[in-house]
């Protein structure tokens, strides 16, 4: 039986940080995954598979609709669906080997294999049962499959199945409109299919910035995704090769169908505790089945701790790396804290959407005083220059203070733009204080500037 300071269970995000900064922080550490290799969902088949694959049909999209207009002339690109695949596996398989190196480096032993927690200060894989002071549960979560729906991650799929069509179908539904549909529909509708996103809700993407919403909408219908919204999806019914969605409008309750060659199920996620035995060990759990924990990641049972897309909040990477290192500087007697009021979400489609902070609609749901300011691309010579001038970036500060109180971004590389505001909120700033900086030009920042301008005595290039 081997002996651990900590044992931290699943290798995603949250997981590997957390064992890393355990192992920096001197303490004996172990990281239990079952998978062929590390990294979790993120690495293998969520968000960086996802971003090759944004990435290369990205690239197809400006060949056919930007390089005659440069001056690159000659035939457009056409699609070798194995080639991208390979491309996709290819940076998998960097980064999955690029954690393994880390757990090397920092002497953390990978237990192979399933865990479960017997009893507190035990984590059991395969037939060896370790002991830990502390264990730290990093499971993560699973696609929520919507009643009914049998996914088969061939016709009817998953994000998981997604990432590895067969072949590129010629339509695909998209039950959804969530980060997970609108980034797979565009990949897929960048690649030549006709993609429909059927949506419960009457917006896409709810709890976004709803000016952000709307023009985001509008754009990716200029993509050739088509939005059916205020449906609520009944029934899918598949064969090997094709299948018919069947939805209920909310307006006036009647029903359609619709048929396609490929149905991506993106109705949200739930968080994967399966197998764990926390039931027997007594670990409270939420309504929603999140792991409950208290301000420090700590469960009710002693030294079983937990955090990431298992526990409450967003389910986001860095939210879970966050929670990693600070629950390792937890368990290693110090103090840490996670500002969850300055958590970035980003959806990597083209252009990109990157929000952080509070909406316009929730400063007004609680009456408090703000200005906005707003700038849009258009006004930016890098963006122009680059075919990128869709979208805008808009600030919101406090009306008395200057204090920035959210932002909201739509537009080229916002999800690199946002963490300028990000920084900016960390220490307080006022949106002046944003605007006296200087800036280089030309880059798509000085839009964040121009934002931080229009909350004051006016933008210059607008
Ligand atoms: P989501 O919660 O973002 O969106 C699901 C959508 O499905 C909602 O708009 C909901 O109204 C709709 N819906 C639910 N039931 C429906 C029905 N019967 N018919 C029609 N529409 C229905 O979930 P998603 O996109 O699956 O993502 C899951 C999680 O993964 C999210 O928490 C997301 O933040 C995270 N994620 C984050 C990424 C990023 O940060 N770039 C990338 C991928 C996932």
């Known amino acids: 039986m081997s002996q651990y300071d900590v044992i931290v269970i699943g290798s995603g995000p949250g997981g590997y940080v957390c064992a890393i900064r355990c192992a920096q922080l001197g303490l004996k550490t172990a990281c239990v995954e079952g998978r062929e290799t590390l990294g979790g969902t993120c690495l293998n088949i969520g968000c960086i598979p996802s971003k090759a694959l944004l990435h290369a049909s990205h690239q197809l999209h400006e060949a056919e609709h930007n390089f005659a207009k440069m001056g690159l002339?000659?035939?457009?690109?056409?699609?070798?669906?194995?080639?991208?695949?390979?491309?996709?596996?290819?940076?998998?398989?960097?980064?999955?080997?690029?954690?393994?190196?880390?757990?090397?480096?920092?002497?953390?032993?990978?237990?192979?294999?399933?865990?479960?927690?017997?009893?507190?200060?035990?984590?059991?894989?395969?037939?060896?049962?370790?002991?830990?002071?502390?264990?730290?549960?990093?499971?993560?979560?699973?696609?929520?499959?919507?009643?009914?729906?049998?996914?088969?991650?061939?016709?009817?799929?998953?994000?998981?199945?997604?990432?590895?069509?067969?072949?590129?179908?010629?339509?695909?539904?998209?039950?959804?409109?969530?980060?997970?549909?609108?980034?797979?529909?565009?990949?897929?509708?960048?690649?030549?299919?006709?993609?429909?996103?059927?949506?419960?809700?009457?917006?896409?993407?709810?709890?976004?910035?709803?000016?952000?919403?709307?023009?985001?909408?509008?754009?990716?219908?200029?993509?050739?995704?088509?939005?059916?919204?205020?449906?609520?999806?009944?029934?899918?019914?598949?064969?090997?090769?094709?299948?018919?969605?069947?939805?209920?409008?909310?307006?006036?309750?009647?029903?359609?169908?619709?048929?396609?060659?490929?149905?991506?199920?993106?109705?949200?996620?739930?968080?994967?505790?399966?197998?764990?035995?926390?039931?027997?060990?007594?670990?409270?759990?939420?309504?929603?089945?999140?792991?409950?924990?208290?301000?420090h990641w700590a469960t009710n049972v002693k030294g079983v701790y937990a955090i990431g897309d298992a526990i409450a909040g967003p389910m986001l990477a860095h939210k879970a790396e966050d929670e990693g290192m600070a629950v390792a500087e937890v368990v290693a007697g110090k103090h840490a804290h996670v500002n969850y009021d300055v958590i970035p979400g980003v959806i990597y489609t083209h252009p990109e959407v990157a929000s952080v902070g509070q909406t316009e609609e929730a400063l007004k749901e609680a009456g408090r005083a703000y200005k906005v300011g707003k700038f849009s691309f258009m006004g930016n010579g890098r963006a122009k220059a680059n075919f990128a001038a869709d979208g805008f970036v808009k600030i919101l500060a406090d009306k008395e203070t200057d204090r920035i109180l959210g932002a909201h971004i739509i537009g080229p590389m916002a999800g690199d733009l946002i963490h300028e505001i990000c920084v900016a909120m960390e220490f307080g700033a006022s949106a002046q204080d944003l605007a006296l900086t200087c800036h280089a030009h030309p880059t798509y920042s000085e839009a964040v500037r121009e934002a931080a301008l229009a909350c004051g005595d006016g933008p210059i290039h607008s």
């Open 73 to 295: 002339k000659g035939k457009s690109p056409s699609v070798d669906w194995k080639q991208m695949q390979a491309y996709k596996d290819d940076v998998i398989g960097q980064n999955t080997k690029g954690i393994e190196f880390l757990f090397k480096k920092n002497k953390i032993d990978w237990l192979k294999g399933w865990g479960s927690i017997p009893e507190a200060g035990k984590v059991k894989v395969g037939d060896e049962v370790h002991e830990a002071k502390n264990i730290i549960i990093a499971t993560g979560s699973e696609p929520s499959a919507l009643p009914g729906i049998e996914i088969d991650e061939k016709v009817v799929v998953t994000s998981e199945g997604a990432l590895s069509l067969p072949k590129i179908p010629k339509k695909m539904v998209v039950i959804g409109a969530g980060v997970i549909g609108l980034e797979l529909g565009s990949v897929y509708a960048r690649l030549g299919a006709e993609v429909q996103v059927i949506e419960f809700l009457d917006q896409i993407t709810p709890g976004m910035d709803g000016e952000v919403c709307k023009t985001f909408q509008r754009l990716l219908a200029k993509q050739g995704l088509s939005f059916t919204l205020g449906a609520a999806v009944q029934s899918v019914e598949a064969t090997k090769t094709k299948a018919k969605v069947t939805y209920k409008l909310r307006k006036d309750d009647s029903e359609a169908t619709v048929d396609a060659d490929v149905v991506l199920v993106a109705t949200g996620r739930k968080p994967y505790t399966d197998g764990l035995g926390l039931d027997a060990l007594g670990v409270e759990m939420s309504e929603r089945g999140q792991i409950k924990t208290d301000g």
